[in-house]
């Protein structure tokens, strides 16, 4: 599926694009559930278990911020992952046996859409290796001026910054400050409706409020290869409270091939993500309630 220089990219600058994978059809058929989620959200009036909201959503005008794990919600984004092109793209960087760890979907409507503050996935959810990534398919065209993913390119082999905001609390952000950071390095990560972004667990990315008039939906899916094991404090395990929990989860998000249960250990650079701030609920809200600083002026 991936031409050797693509592998070679993702290795050396931590992530790809690949243009146009998907096909219209497939397209089509996601943004029809899309769709009826919007509509069902218009009956929320807080953030749920299931959807986030921006500040001025309202029944008449609903604005979401994300929906949360819609491969719970709905067999067909679990099988988008699964059963796809996307699906062999993955085998050529982690191997035949793949693991789903979360889906979500950043909707970013148009004239207001929140940002991301700069951040390393794996912050969140250390493991025992980093064969960890996560994939970004864009369901709408994504343009320099609809908020974008932006990446710092070669940022996955550097250190794992601190997540963390002055009092110590676990934000979900880094420092802008940070000397580790330069936020001149960042480039853009654009495409067509189909096309879909992968980036390396540890890769630096964010992405500023959409101030345009275009809507910017992209759905993300969290994945690792199957011998890669979370560490104690990935808050995405720590819902569960038996092992036949875990294991139940595992299985049921088992992309391809088989469970390791002698899991692959590296050296590597490793952050637990605690002490937790007071919702932890998203990312939007690990970096509000944990007073995170913006790197977006």
Sequence with gaps: M???????????????????????????????????????????????????????????????????????????????????????????????????????????????????EWHQDWAFYPHTNDDVLAVGVMLDDVNLSNGPLMVIPGSHKGPVLSHNNSNGVFCGAIDPEDKDFNLNDAIPLTGKVGSISIHHARLLHGSATNKSSSRRMMLFYELSAADSWPLVGAPSYMKFTSPNDLWKQMKSQLISGEISTCPRMENIPVRIPLPPPSDYGSIFKTQKTGNSKSAFM
Excluded: C
Excluded at 4 to 30: A, C, M, P, W
Excluded at 65 to 84: E, M
Excluded at 91 to 102: E, Q, T, V
């Design 2 to 116: 991936l031409t050797k220089h693509q592998i070679e990219d993702y290795n050396k600058n931590g992530f790809i694009v690949i243009e146009e994978l998907l096909s219209k059809n497939e397209i089509r058929q996601t943004r029809h559930i899309i769709d009826q989620l919007i509509e069902k959200s218009k009956e929320i009036k807080e953030s749920d278990n299931i959807f986030d909201l921006e500040d001025d959503h309202s029944k008449s005008n609903p604005r979401l911020t994300r929906v949360k794990q819609p491969h719970l919600i709905n067999n067909h984004f679990f099988n988008l992952i699964k059963n796809s092109q996307i699906t062999k793209a993955l085998k050529d960087l982690l191997g035949n046996n793949i693991l789903l760890k979360s889906s979500k979907l950043n909707t970013k409507f148009e004239k207001g859409g929140s940002a991301v």
